[in-house]
């Protein structure tokens, strides 16, 4: 909203004018340098004057939205252009059209249309006045409904140009907006094309038949003949709008009240025609051969015989039916058996016709029209015939237009005194006008017209005339001239909107192929959009049938109205605060009916046209969601998928899953250089391989310091977390935290990530590989304790070692081995993973070997067989070996492995700790080896102050500095040698670290990936160091290893 005050600010000349105070010339955002520069003098708010750059005054903010104008599509940038041209810019004027000038009667023009005039006679006459009545109620309901709902969300804000389309993508997000926006567009391109061959129609039909270019040699090919008539017709007439509508839109808006009141004119004379009819009835005689209707194309007059002079001769009707004119000419049979006779085709209200027309009378093509009685025999002959195989669904399509047009108020709102107030107003009364009238039409055309006349639809049994002309008073030519009329201003209306509606979606961004659309002449007008929606509205045209073109809108508008609805009722439901309509007769079952009736009509319509535009509404709504821009417009369905998270976490949270349901859900923490990029991508890719895009993936990091100062270096961090994510597509979350220290803030997120019920149950990491550097001493640190986290955690752990040799996505292996070496059951983690990778076409044509160990008690050959037993249970195909490990002496290697590894971590220790620390840890060397040194030459107390000096000499630089000074000699390793003896824990464990690792060497050596159970850390602490190295010698010499620990429960069964 701010964005949108601060447009003003530029015309209106620099200073608010609501806080009286000069120097506060500009508080908003977008404010210039120059203005932030200024200091605040004032003393009443100087408690918020270091806010004022960022944040307006109040007084500010609403001397802003007192000259806040939202102007329609394109005036913007006419009037920018006018104040290019003339310099200064000329004030704006207040909007002032009120409810029935800017609402009612434009709606009134857009509803009432060419259905009216050429089509709801001849739907009465073949469907009857029941089931008409029933489709016009249908149809009118729907658009009430609609009403009500556009109603809601068009007074909860400003809706500037766009009408539906605005309120549907804000209301629903970009993708239904874009796509039911489009899909709306085209309805109304559509509706273009059918105005146009209703004008064509009117005017080769009724007005100028003359005029027709293609002739049909006989009866049979009319219907050919006016297709291509109105192609001809239509893409001229089509050319001449498009060109009227280029050059300028001011001429077609001053000529809208001639068009409507055409339309007005036209109904008030249908009226007048009803009232004259029930006292004094026109006279339009119709010709009934038998029961069969004549049309009057070929005769004159309506009988068989005719005298000249003293003799009877054949009519021009006995010559349409016999050889000849003479009385002895061989005739049609059915000519010969029936009587001709001529009744009125305009009995009028009280000749009691209504009773007849009541029920339908749905006809096939090819069809002679009767009066109801005898069969009827399709034949070439002067007969009217019906041009189409008639049924319910079918009228529906082809009449639901002629109730479309209530968006017309919506799209106006700029121009309105008080749109809050004059849209439901002026839209409803609308409705509520044009619904009686088609009702009160329907019932009156069916008493008034007889039934054989309301079902020629081209009113050839009326010599030519049209039908509803007939009834009007004083002329049916106030109906020809006023439907023409109003038929060509709608189709003008219509090529002006469309191109308006595309270029408001174009300059949204979201549908990029698009854009070039936005763009037009210098005041705004969419040259480029007038130019597709031309070429789009031609294809209408070369349809050619009116009755075929209908129906394809119907399905856009309908749609279009559908989304309506829905946005309505998931805006009532979610209750967000922003939903607040001053319109308050609306309710979510209203809008929820509304939605229902549309798409029921749509499939009444036509199932195939309602598929097929559904299909183009998804694959736009795709489209825009891979390619579109992403924009936030607090849409309701960004509302309804945090109502489905909140309920689904709520629900989550009822207990843990099932065994069965059990996923590794992942934390990766990972770690990013100076410039805030990961270090290690090939974490992620192996993500992406474990998880498939299923379930939950948190990729998190820690950054060191405060977050104050390290907001901006988070969230790049957090961008490249996001771009990395993308490109190796792991679908989930990222989290970046700030912490006084990296181990803190790794417990962080082991404790808090996820939310409820979604929360991380595993946790990888690379392994740190720089651990033995004197500078990284913290890193095993570090690692230690997280192993010991998320053993507390109840959390599996998951360790890549060598993950820079990992697989990347666009890898594929061809064969190989993946090897599980099952130590210790902690869950069968080691079972799920193999199977979850090998899901992924990285490790597809991989196959699983398991490797378990036998002590000496054990039988190998059960063993193997238990194993193959169980696996087949689990349905999982893998290879089994029992690898025997047999009791063997201590190497002497392992020895000095072990004596080697425990005076390096016996060094660290004594570097890496604090001053306290370094004096007890001193002591205690010294009680604990003062015997060892009572025999050397030198005395205790000498070598023990040497050991500390030589620990502060790597602390303190003053001593370093006087180090160099003394003439002491550091304690050399071999003495260090007989200071230190291994322990025989240590040594078992180192033991068994050799032995394994050379079984698993030998194996697994050219195995592409090996999983093992990873050891837990000692309890006591003071064997951390010994730990890492316990690790370092069990996986040496391998390329790939996933060291694994269990979370404490079971993750696979044997159960369905």
């Known amino acids: ?156 804000g400003v809706v500037p140009a766009g009408g539906s389309y605005y309120m549907i993508s804000r209301s629903l997000g970009p993708e239904f907006g874009g796509a039911v926006g489009l899909c709306f ?10 105005y146009i061959l209703g004008t064509i129609e009117i005017l080769l039909a009724y007005i100028f038949p003359a005029m027709a270019i293609f002739k049909a040699e006989d009866a049979s090919g009319e219907a050919a003949a006016m297709l291509n008539n109105m192609r001809v017709y239509g893409t001229c007439v089509l050319t001449c709008m498009a060109t009227v509508v280029f050059v300028g839109v001011k001429y077609v808006n001053k000529f809208a009240l001639v068009f409507l009141g055409c339309v007005i004119l036209s109904i008030l004379a249908i009226y007048a025609g009803v009232i004259k009819s029930a006292f004094d009835p026109p006279s339009f005689p119709i010709c009934l051969l038998g029961n069969r209707t004549l049309s009057r194309h070929g005769f004159d007059l309506c009988t068989k015989m005719v005298v000249e002079g003293n003799e009877t001769f054949g009519s021009k009707l006995w010559e349409l039916f016999c050889t000849s004119r003479f009385l002895n000419a061989t005739c049609d049979e059915y000519f010969t058996m029936n009587n001709v006779t001529e009744i009125e085709g305009i009995p009028g209200a009280a000749s009691g016709l209504i009773q007849e027309n009541l029920w339908s009378s749905y006809l096939t093509k090819g069809v002679i029209v009767e009066k109801r009685g005898l069969p009827s025999v399709n034949m070439d002959q002067p007969y009217v015939f019906s041009d189409m195989t008639s049924y319910f669904t079918l009228l529906v399509g082809i009449y639901f237009p002629s109730v479309t047009g209530i968006m017309a108020g919506s799209n106006r709102s700029g121009d309105l005194r008080d749109a809050q107030k004059s849209i439901p107003t002026g839209t409803i009364l609308a409705i509520a006008t044009t619904s009686a009238v088609y009702i009160s039409s329907v019932v009156l055309f069916g008493a008034c017209i007889e039934g054989v006349v309301l079902r020629d639809k081209f009113g050839e049994a009326v010599n030519g005339n049209l039908v509803v002309g007939t009834l009007a008073w004083p002329s049916p030519w106030v109906i020809v001239i006023g439907s023409f009329f109003s038929t060509c201003g709608a189709g003008l209306q219509s090529l002006t909107g469309a191109p308006r509606l595309l270029q408001a979606i174009s300059r949204d961004g979201i549908v990029p192929f698009l854009r070039v659309f936005g763009h037009g002449k210098a005041n705004g007008e969419p040259t480029w959009a007038l130019l597709l929606t031309a070429c789009i509205c031609e294809i209408g045209i070369l349809i050619a049938s009116l009755d075929e073109v209908a129906p394809i809108l119907s399905m856009f508008f309908l749609m279009c109205y559908m989304f309506v609805n829905l946005a309505c009722a998931v805006q009532t439901l979610l209750r967000t605060p922003n939903w607040r309509p001053r319109f308050r007769y609306y309710h979510w079952t209203l809008s929820f009916l509304g939605m229902s009736l549309c798409l029921a009509l749509m499939f009444i319509c036509s199932w195939y046209y309602a598929l097929v535009a559904m299909l183009i509404a998804g694959l736009i709504y795709k489209y825009i969601e891979y390619r579109g821009a992403e924009k936030e417009w607090g849409d309701g369905i960004r509302g309804l998928s945090l109502s489905a998270a909140r309920y689904a976490l709520l629900r989550l949270e009822e207990g843990p899953p099932h065994t069965k349901n059990w996923r590794p859900q992942l934390l990766v923490l990972v770690r990013g250089d100076q410039e805030q990029n990961v270090v ?51 679908k989930g979350f990222c989290q970046v935290v700030i912490s006084s ?11 808090s990530s996820g939310l409820g019920g979604l929360q991380h149950n595993t946790v990888l990491v690379g392994w740190p590989r720089s651990w033995r550097q004197k500078e990284d001493h913290q890193t095993w640190r570090n690692f230690i304790e997280l192993v010991r986290e998320t053993t507390a955690g109840h959390l599996a752990l998951l360790v890549a070692k060598n993950v820079a040799m990992f697989p990347g996505n666009q890898e594929r292996f061809s ?161 260090i040698k007989d200071i230190f003896k291994p322990n025989r824990s240590n040594v078992r464990r180192m033991h068994t670290a050799v032995k394994l690792n050379e079984a698993i060497v030998e194996k697994s050596r050219d195995a592409k990936l090996v999983l093992l159970n990873m050891p837990g850390p000692p309890r006591n602490r003071k064997g951390d160091e010994n730990y890492m190295e316990f690790l370092e010698v069990l996986t040496e010499r391998l390329d790939r290893v996933l060291l694994v620990r269990g979370g404490g429960r079971e993750v696979i069964t044997i159960y369905s």
């Open 680 to 730: 290690h991508p090939q974490l992620l890719s192996f993500t992406s391989q474990l998880k498939a895009g299923k379930g939950l993936t948190i990729v998190a990091s820690v950054l060191e310091g405060t977050f104050l100062d390290n907001h901006p270096q988070a969230q790049r961090a957090e961008e490249s977390i996001r771009r990395l994510m993308e490109a190796e597509k792991v």
């Open 815 to 975: 064969e190989g081995h993946i090897d599980v070496w099952w130590i210790v059951h902690d869950g069968g983690m080691l079972m799920l993973l193999p199977f979850l990778l090998r899901q992924h076409k990285v490790w597809r044509k991989c196959k699983m070997r398991i490797f378990t160990v036998a002590q000496m008690d054990d039988n190998s050959i059960q063993m193997k067989k238990d194993l193959t037993t169980f696996l087949y249970h689990l349905r999982i195909t893998a290879e089994v070996e029992v690898v025997e490990m047999h009791e063997s002496d201590i190497s002497a290697y392992t020895y000095e492995k072990t004596l080697v590894m425990e005076q390096r971590s016996q060094i660290l220790k004594q570097m890496h700790l604090t001053k306290n620390e370094r004096e007890r840890e001193v002591q205690l060397i010294h009680d604990k080896n003062a015997t060892t040194f009572s025999s050397s030459s030198q005395s205790p107390g000498d070598e023990v102050e040497a050991a500390p000096e030589k620990v502060h000499l790597t602390w303190t630089k003053e001593k370093s500095v006087a180090e160099k000074n003394k003439s002491k000699s550091p304690v050399s390793p071999e003495d």
């Open 185 to 194: 567009y085209l309805g109304t391109t559509f509706a273009g094309a059918m």
């Open 741 to 751: 220290n990296l181990r803190d803030g790794m417990s962080h997120l082991i404790q």
């Open 1 to 156: 909203m701010l964005n949108n005050l601060t447009d003003c600010e530029d015309g209106d000349g620099g200073a608010s004018q609501g806080d009286g105070n000069p120097k506060e010339s500009s508080p908003f955002i977008n404010s210039t340098d120059l203005e932030k520069g200024k200091e605040y003098d004032g003393k009443n708010m100087a408690l918020f004057e270091e806010e004022m750059d960022t944040s307006p005054m109040v007084s500010s903010l609403l001397s802003g939205l007192a000259n806040y104008t939202n102007l329609p599509q394109g005036s913007r940038e006419h009037e920018e252009a006018e104040n290019n041209d003339g310099g200064k810019k000329k004030p704006v004027q207040a909007p002032r059209m009120g409810t029935f000038m800017g609402v009612y009667l434009p709606c009134l023009q857009n509803i009432f249309g060419v259905i009216l005039f050429l089509r709801l006679t001849w739907v009465v006459g073949i469907a009857g006045i029941m089931e008409s009545f029933c489709m016009v109620f249908l149809c009118c309901s729907c658009t009430m409904l609609t009403a009500i709902s556009m109603s809601a969300i068009a007074t909860n």
